[in-house]
């Protein structure tokens, strides 16, 4: 793991700069990207740049990708490192018109596309509620789910995605580089930039339309194919809490049930699984 394997963008034979015009070619997908295509060399947040974007009207398909960001976000206030021109930084605008309830279950099909993408790639990757991709227990990308909405549906909603794809350990500050990997260290040999993006985006087209056939049974069936967590014990950091217990299982919205060492099931609708501990 710990060695340089490769300088991506020295490296000729991929083609490592993103354009539309390099993102569209070869897609296969019928929608999504293949209309309006925003690539920024450096941008604050491809999240913020979507949500500007869709306000202003932007359709649903709408792809915004960056070779770097000055300030990617995670989570709860959370960052995203975003080292220029090794990972992938994108944001999907979507418009489901769905129920807000349904955000969740939005985040939770991102990850079973990105998993599926990883998977094409020859790897197995892991999913870990409700956000995180992993190889070999190791971050290798993230998601984060924005959106604007009212009491009965969202208007649109912002899919971000990064994914370490060919970064390497010294371009993460120490912090964050015991916990994580790139697609590339796992593999051991570069992964090309754009092919991966357009089965990602390939994968989230396919899953993304079984979410909107309302198919979300046949999602949780696949994350559970790529999950983690169950049946471990894990420690759950909630906004005003924190609960031990074990994970047992997804319920049908995607909710996580874990079960304290009193016996008491706890339904977790958004929360931080951020230690998984001993087989239960
Ligand atoms: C996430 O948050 O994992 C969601 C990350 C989403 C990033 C994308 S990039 C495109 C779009 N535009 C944005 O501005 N954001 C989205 P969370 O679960 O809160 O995890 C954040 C934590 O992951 C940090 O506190 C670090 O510990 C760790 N981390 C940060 N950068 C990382 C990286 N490059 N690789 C692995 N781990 C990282």
């Known amino acids: 793991m710990g060695s340089k394997i490769m300088s991506p963008c020295l490296d000729q034979r991929l083609p490592n700069r993103l354009s539309p015009h390099a993102i569209k070619e070869h897609l296969r997908t019928r929608w999504l990207g293949q209309q309006a295509v925003c690539c920024f060399d450096v ?5 913020t740049a979507a949500n500007r974007l869709a306000r202003e009207g932007a359709a649903e398909g709408t792809l915004i990708v960056a070779n770097a960001q000055t300030s990617g976000r995670g989570r709860l206030g959370r960052s995203w490192v975003s080292p220029p021109g090794s990972g992938l930084y ?3 605008i979507l418009r489901p018109g769905c129920h807000p309830d349904w955000l969740p279950r939005l985040t939770l099909t991102a990850g079973v596309a990105v998993a599926s993408a990883i998977q094409q790639t020859g790897m197995r990757p892991q999913l870990k509620w409700p956000n995180d991709i992993l190889i070999a227990d190791r971050k290798v990308g993230g998601i984060l789910t924005e959106a604007v909405f009212d009491k009965r549906r969202i208007d649109f909603a912002i899919l971000g995605i ?6 390497e350990r010294d371009e993460l500050p120490i912090s964050v580089r015991s916990l994580a990997t790139s697609l590339g260290l796992s593999l051991g040999k570069p992964v090309p930039r754009i092919h991966f993006l357009q089965t990602l985006l390939h994968q989230m087209e396919q899953w993304y339309e079984f979410f909107c056939a309302g198919a979300f049974e046949t999602i949780l069936e696949t994350w559970c194919e790529f999950d983690t967590i169950l049946g471990k014990v894990v420690e759950v950091f909630l906004p005003e809490t924190r609960l031990v217990g074990v994970a047992e299982t997804l319920e049908s919205d995607g909710t996580l049930l874990v079960r304290d060492k009193r016996g008491c099931l706890h339904s977790i609708i958004a929360g931080d699984v951020v230690h998984c501990r001993l087989e239960a």
Do not use: F, M
């Open 90 to 92: 994108l944001s999907i």
């Open 43 to 47: 941008v604050e947040s491809t999240n």
């Open 162 to 167: 990064g994914i370490n794809v060919n970064t």
